[in-house]
C-alpha cells in the first residue's frame, strides 16, 4: 500500500470517533442569545475533507476570519469524519452552517435537515458553479480503457455520500452495465469497492496499483495534487467523466431565522471571495477558500440541485432514501 495512503486514511480514521463526538457535542447558536448586530453570538460551521488533510481549518481561516467580522459572532469551526455526522449536527441543532457537496446537500434535505443555500463556490471571478467526477486508472494500465473495464475490479471510491467520489461514479457504472444499481451493496456485486476518505487518497492509491482504477473530481487530479508534488503529469489516465455536477455550497440552518439566513446570504455572495478578503486584511497571496481552492461564492437556489435528485432517482442510492 502507498504509505501516504496508509499513514492518511488510518489517521483519519483515528480522528473519526473524536470528531463525532465533539460534533454532536458543541453545540450550534442558541437563538436566544443575539449580539449587538442581531446575530447569534456563537455559530458552529462543519465541514468535511476533499483531502486527508490534517488540519482542514486553515482553508477556512480567511473565511472564519470574516464571517466574525461581518456578523460579531464567536465562529466555530468542526471538521467531520463523514457527510452524515455533519448531515446529523444540523439536525440536531449542534451545526449552524456547513460546506456541502452536491449530493449531500440533497441527502440533508431527505433525511430531514432544513437547510437553506447561501451559495455556490467557484473557482475564479466570473466563473460557473459546478465540476465533473473522473473516472481513472493508471497510464500504464492496458486492461483498462473505458469505465465497463472495472468490472470486478479493486476499484476506489471517495466516501457513499460523495457526489463526485460514489453518486456520480454509479450512474457511470449502471450505465455501463457494471451495476444494476447505486446501491452500496449493488456496486459491491459489481466491483470491489474501496473507499478512501478523501479524492485525493482515492487517487494516490490508483496511482501507487492498490486499486485497479477509482474516481476523484477534476480539478483535484488536473490541477491541485500536480502542484503539490503529490502526482505527476500522466501518471494517471482518464477513462470516463461524468456531466458537469452543480457546484458544492454552504448552507444554513433554517433554525437561524429567515432575517438572519438571508444576512448571511449576502455575507457569502458579496464578500466570501479572495478580492475582497484580501483587500480586507485577512489573508494573503491566492487567498483560497475551502480545501476545494475556491475563489469565492455565488448565488445558488435548491433548484440547482435537481440534477443531483435525477442521477439519485437513477441511481437508487441508499443514501437518497433516507
Known amino acids: 500500500m502507498h504509505p501516504y495512503f496508509s499513514r492518511r486514511t488510518v489517521a483519519a480514521t483515528a480522528?473519526?470517533?473524536?470528531?463525532?463526538l465533539t460534533l454532536t457535542a458543541c453545540g450550534g447558536s442558541d437563538p436566544d442569545a443575539v449580539n449587538a448586530q442581531g446575530f447569534p453570538e456563537k455559530l458552529t460551521l462543519a465541514a468535511i475533507p476533499a483531502e486527508n488533510s490534517a488540519d482542514l481549518q486553515a482553508s477556512y481561516d480567511p473565511l472564519l476570519a470574516l464571517?466574525?467580522?461581518?456578523?460579531g459572532a464567536e465562529v466555530k469551526f468542526v471538521q467531520a469524519p463523514d457527510y452524515?455526522?455533519?448531515?446529523?449536527?444540523?439536525?440536531?441543532?449542534n451545526v449552524d452552517l456547513a460546506f456541502f457537496g452536491p449530493f449531500a446537500y440533497v441527502?440533508?434535505?431527505?433525511?430531514?435537515?432544513?437547510?437553506?443555500?447561501?451559495?455556490?463556490?467557484?473557482?475564479?471571478?466570473?466563473?460557473?458553479p459546478g465540476y465533473r467526477s473522473y473516472g481513472l486508472t493508471r497510464s500504464d494500465n492496458t486492461e483498462i480503457d473505458g469505465i465497463d473495464d472495472f468490472a470486478g475490479k479493486d476499484v476506489c471510491f471517495v466516501d457513499p455520500g460523495s457526489t463526485s467520489g460514489f453518486l456520480y461514479p454509479s450512474a457511470?457504472?449502471?450505465?455501463?452495465?457494471?451495476?444494476?444499481?447505486?446501491?452500496?451493496?449493488?456496486?459491491?456485486?459489481?466491483?470491489?469497492?474501496?473507499?478512501?476518505?478523501?479524492?485525493?487518497?482515492?487517487?494516490?492509491?490508483?496511482?501507487?496499483g492498490d486499486c485497479d482504477a477509482g474516481f476523484a473530481f477534476d480539478t483535484m487530479v488536473d490541477e491541485t495534487m500536480i502542484a503539490s508534488g503529490d502526482?505527476?503529469?500522466?501518471?494517471?489516465?482518464?477513462?470516463?467523466?461524468?456531466?458537469?455536477?452543480?457546484?458544492?455550497?454552504?448552507?444554513?440552518?433554517?433554525?437561524?431565522?429567515?432575517?438572519v439566513v438571508d444576512r448571511l446570504?449576502?455575507?457569502?455572495?458579496?464578500?466570501?471571495?479572495?478580492?475582497?478578503?484580501?483587500?480586507?486584511?485577512?489573508?494573503?497571496?491566492?487567498?483560497?477558500?475551502?480545501d476545494e481552492r475556491?475563489?469565492?461564492?455565488?448565488?445558488?437556489?435548491?433548484?440547482?440541485?435537481?440534477?443531483?435528485?435525477?442521477?439519485?432517482?437513477?441511481?437508487?442510492?441508499?443514501?437518497?432514501?433516507g
Open 231 to 259: 502526482l505527476e503529469e500522466g501518471e494517471l489516465k482518464k477513462v470516463w467523466e461524468s456531466e458537469t455536477i452543480a457546484g458544492s455550497l454552504f448552507v444554513a440552518s433554517n433554525s437561524l431565522g429567515a432575517d
Open 294 to 321: 475556491a475563489w469565492g461564492v455565488v448565488p445558488a437556489t435548491d433548484a440547482d440541485y435537481e440534477g443531483v435528485r435525477e442521477v439519485c432517482a437513477l441511481t437508487e442510492s441508499d443514501k437518497c432514501k
Open 15 to 20: 480522528l473519526a470517533t473524536g470528531l463525532a
Open 265 to 290: 446570504r449576502a455575507i457569502f455572495v458579496d464578500k466570501a471571495n479572495a478580492d475582497h478578503m484580501r483587500g480586507a486584511g485577512l489573508c494573503e497571496g491566492e487567498c483560497r477558500i475551502t
Open 172 to 208: 457511470g457504472l449502471i450505465e455501463a452495465g457494471v451495476v444494476e444499481s447505486g446501491t452500496e451493496q449493488a456496486v459491491a456485486a459489481g466491483v470491489n469497492p474501496v473507499y478512501a476518505g478523501g479524492h485525493d487518497a482515492s487517487a494516490l492509491a490508483i496511482a501507487a
Open 107 to 128: 441527502v440533508a434535505g431527505v433525511n430531514g435537515a432544513a437547510v437553506s443555500p447561501l451559495g455556490a463556490v467557484v473557482q475564479e471571478p466570473g466563473g460557473e
Open 67 to 71: 464571517l466574525e467580522r461581518e456578523t
Open 84 to 93: 452524515a455526522g455533519v448531515v446529523e449536527g444540523i439536525i440536531a441543532d
